[in-house]
């Protein structure tokens, strides 16, 4: 079935993080999106998300930072541990510390009350529109704009849809993508990320903490931080290992046991924290190499987004907060009604390649010298217990965007 062309200024396919984000900055802007997702239902699963300064200002200047601040845990400090020898090697203060030196605080929320707070944020504005269900194929892109059609799932009826720009904010394995640069698929990276949350009061008192802790080790690490106000303790154990069968598919059901074999031996304080969580999630890391110019942003009316555009490993916990950061120029860049829409896709890829791509980079850069063995991870250990804070702070990330 084939209804008559629905107009609509922008359309957003995915209703992420970075979808919602986008929706919510351009309608502040004047947009009217239509934001399209191919969930049934709108959820978030996984866990935890830290934010550095550089994203809480953004949500912040979004006048989002009553919520936030109620949503999210303030830890004290950021720091490395030696996940087999249990030494601590340096440490970065974040609570007051990162409002004096970047202005804005670092913290940790739960993924979902993130993407709660976007959506009602978003529904509430009454500028945007959510459809849900449904998957997006473009059709033909010209003078006038970009028609696409939406085909609800799974019946399959379409709604043609004419709008002035499309966002990919559609994931790691992006359909948008496409429309935008040669299809090629996202890349394994050989490691698995071992996911759970787990309520504070299980831990001894001893374990329970307000810190984000990264202990390292051979060929693994461990992040640990607090979420929903300090009330559960995140974790994500990051190892070497066989990506199950189907890596799109991102959650998985995991085994202890494979877990503790990846792992190998670790500190008695670390073991203790594991074997107090009862059930872990699975997911396979998957990456892109860094962008290499702002062509693989945006072409034409079509701009990509968050993952769509530049998925990272999460050992700069930065990958949403590119997304945000993302929505805040894409929408400042829809505001030039002076320029033609390509021209302002242009200048918003132009804006944002460049940190993206360093920030990909240094997320790889970051597991590289996590996992280091042998006398480099001796050599690593003596140099940042050496050097400290200064080695652990990213100033360049998180002074910007
Ligand atoms: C282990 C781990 C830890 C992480 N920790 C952090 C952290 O601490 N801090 C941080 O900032 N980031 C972190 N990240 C990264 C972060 O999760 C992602 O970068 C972020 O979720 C990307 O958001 P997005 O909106 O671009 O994509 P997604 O969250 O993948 O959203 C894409 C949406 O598009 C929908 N969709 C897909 N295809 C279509 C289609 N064809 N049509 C319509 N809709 C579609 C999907 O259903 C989904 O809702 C972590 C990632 C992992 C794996």
């Known amino acids: 079935m084939q209804n008559s062309p629905v107009e609509k200024s922008l359309l957003i396919a995915g209703g992420g993080i970075g979808g919602l984000a986008a929706a919510l900055a351009c309608a502040a802007q004047g947009a009217k999106p239509l934001v399209i997702e191919r969930a049934k239902v709108f959820s978030e699963l996984g866990a935890g998300i830290q934010m550095g300064p550089n994203v809480t200002r953004t949500l912040f200047a979004w006048g989002l930072e009553k919520e936030i601040e109620a949503l999210a845990f303030a830890p004290k400090k950021l720091e490395l541990r030696d996940s087999q020898s249990g030494q601590t090697l340096g440490a970065l203060r974040l609570a007051d510390r990162a409002m004096q030196a970047y202005g804005a605080p670092y913290l940790t929320i739960h993924r ?6 976007l959506l009602q944020k978003v529904s509430s504005s009454g500028a ?14 010209d003078d006038q704009g970009v028609t696409v059609n939406g085909r609800s799932l799974p019946e399959g009826f379409f709604e043609t849809h004419m709008t002035e720009a499309v966002v990919g904010a559609d994931g790691l394995w992006s359909d948008m993508r496409q429309y935008v640069v040669a299809p090629t698929l996202p890349r394994a990276t050989g490691l698995l990320a071992y996911r759970a949350l787990l309520p504070m009061e299980k831990l001894s008192e001893k374990l329970r903490t307000q810190n984000v802790t990264v202990w390292v080790g051979p060929c693994v690490h461990v992040v640990l931080y607090p979420v929903k106000g300090g009330g559960f303790l995140n974790l994500v154990v990051v190892v070497k290992g066989q990506s199950p069968e189907s890596l799109e598919k991102w959650d998985h059901a995991a085994n202890k046991r494979d877990l503790d074999l990846a792992m190998g031996p670790v500190h008695a304080e670390l073991k203790e924290v594991l074997n107090a969580v009862p059930a ?89 010298i996590f996992h280091l063995q042998g006398p480099l991870r001796w050599g690593r250990n003596l140099v940042m217990r050496a050097l400290g804070e200064p080695l652990i702070d990213v100033p360049w990330l998180y002074a910007g965007p």
């Open 280 to 368: 872990w999630r699975l997911w396979p890391l998957c990456d892109r190499p860094p962008l290499q110019g702002p062509e693989e942003m945006a072409k034409g009316r079509i701009a990509l987004l968050g993952d769509a555009a530049h998925p990272m490993r999460p050992f700069l916990a930065q990958g949403a907060g590119m997304a945000i950061e993302d929505a805040a120029v894409l929408a400042t860049c829809w505001a030039r009604s002076d320029l033609p829409v390509s021209q302002r896709w242009k200048l918003y890829a132009k804006v944002r390649w460049a940190r993206n791509a360093k920030v990909q980079q240094a997320s790889v850069r970051n597991g590289h």
């Open 128 to 141: 945007a529109e959510l459809q849900l269900h449904r998957e997006i194929e473009v059709i033909k892109e």
């Open 112 to 117: 979902a009350d993130l993407h709660q707070l």
